[in-house]
C-alpha cells in the first residue's frame, strides 16, 4: 500500500458548513465566520465551506468569491477552510478550483458532473480529467466527492484508481455520502490510504474502525463532540435517534432549523431556491428535539 495521504491527518472531523443568509437571500458573512470560528475553537483543523449542507450549489461564483478574504478578517486562515466545487462545466470547476487553491484551501472537495444523466464512465473520466487539467500542474489535495443520490454519478474505487494513476499526487481523498455501506467498505478496501471521509454519521464509527480517517459532517454543525467521539471510532445511540428524527425532513433546512432552535437566531432558517424553510409546527419541534439531543 502506499504510503498514506496528509489529508487522512488533516481532516479529521469538518463541518459542512450551513450557510447563513440575510433577509436578500445574501450571504451573512458575520454568521457564516462567527460559526466557522466556533466549530475550529471546538477542536476542529478545518471546516467545509459550501457543499451540500451549505448550499453551494445555489450561489453564484461572485457570491461565494470573498471567502478567503471574509475568514482572514476573522481570523481564519485559508489552510483551515476545504471549498466545495461544482460543474457542470469541467473548464469553470477547474478554474474555480485553481483560483481556491491559489488562495490556499487546506483542499477541494470536487462533486462530479450532476446534469445529463446515466454518463459512461469514460464521459464521467473525461470530466473529471479536464477539470483536473484546467485547474493546472499545481493541482493538489482533491477530494472527490461521492453523492450519487444528488449527483447521478458513482464516484467507485475503480474511478478513484484511475485518476490516481492519471494525476499522481492530486487525488488526497474521496468524501462518500451515498449512505451505502458497500460503497463505503469499497472504497476502503482500496483507496485506504486514502482520506475516506464517511458523509452518512449513521456509518461512521464503524467506518473509522475500519480505515476512514473523518468525516466531512452536517451533523456536525450542531454536534461536533459527538461526531467527533464517532470519529475515535466509538459508537453513540444519538447518532441513530438525531437521524432518525433529521432524515424524515428535508435536510439542508432541517440542519438550519435546528441551528435556529439551539442559537434562539431565526436567521439560520433562511435557505434559497429552490429549498424551503420549514415552517409547521411538527417540524420545528422535531428540530427542537434534535438540538437538545
Known sequence: MPDSHPMREKIGVSAALATPFDDQGRIDWRRFTT???????????????FGTTGEGVSLAAAARAPLYEKMAQAGIEAGQLVECVYGPSSQEAGGHLRRALDAGAAGILLAPPFYFKQPQPEGIYRWFAETLETAGPTCR??????????????????????????????????????????????????????????????HLAQAVRQGASGAISGVANFAPALVAKLVRGEDDARIDAILGLLLKLPVVPA???????QTGDEA?????APLDALSSADDRAACAMIARS
Open 35 to 49: 460559526h466557522a470560528r466556533s466549530l475550529l475553537g471546538q477542536g476542529m483543523k478545518v471546516v467545509t465551506a
Open 255 to 261: 440542519v438550519k432549523c435546528v441551528l435556529a432552535a
Open 141 to 202: 489535495d482533491v477530494i472527490l466527492y461521492n453523492i450519487p443520490q444528488l449527483t447521478g454519478v458513482t464516484v467507485g474505487p475503480a474511478m478513484v484508481t484511475r485518476l490516481r494513476t492519471a494525476f499522481p499526487g492530486v487525488i488526497a481523498g474521496v468524501k462518500d455520502s451515498s449512505g451505502d455501506w458497500d460503497q463505503t467498505a469499497g472504497l476502503l478496501i482500496e483507496h485506504r490510504d486514502l482520506a475516506i471521509l464517511v458523509g452518512h454519521e449513521g
Open 268 to 272: 439560520w432558517l433562511r435557505v434559497r
